[in-house]
């Protein structure tokens, strides 16, 4: 069993930054992968970005390349989420997810989440 718990989340504006975090528990943290899904208002969850075991791959949705960077630091238990140049768009609650394997942007294949944590953007 792994336990997740997101924080960092908050008030930003338009380009502003935030740095999201995930801390985990309950199971060697390098055993499995970690990602990023936001899920705004009205609208499906949504992959953001993936980092595999030891940090060797990350992944990133389209819409988030180049502003986002997902990092890990094992020796903490811990995920980042850094999010520059913030659009009111990026407006979600951000969840963070792990698995042990499987298709690293599929909702389906994570097994355990966080409770997520509110992002908002203003314009």
């Known amino acids: 069993q792994v336990q997740l718990v997101e924080s960092g989340g908050g008030l930003v504006q338009a380009g502003g930054s935030l740095r999201l975090s995930c801390a985990a528990s309950g199971r060697t943290f390098s055993s499995y992968y970690m990602a990023w899904f936001r899920q705004a208002p009205k609208k499906e969850r949504e992959f953001v970005a993936a980092?595999?075991?030891?940090?060797?791959?990350?992944y990133y949705a389209d819409s988030v390349k180049g502003r986002f960077t997902v990092s890990r630091d094992n020796a903490k238990n811990t995920g980042y989420l850094q999010m520059n140049s913030l659009k009111p768009e990026d407006t979600a609650v951000y969840y963070c997810?792990?698995?042990?394997?499987?298709?690293?942007?599929?909702?389906?294949?994570?097994?355990?989440w966080g409770q997520g944590t509110q992002v908002t953007v203003s314009s």
């Open positions: 997810a792990a698995q042990y394997s499987g298709s690293y942007y599929s909702i389906d294949d994570y097994l355990y």
């Open positions: 980092i595999s075991y030891h940090g060797g791959s990350t």
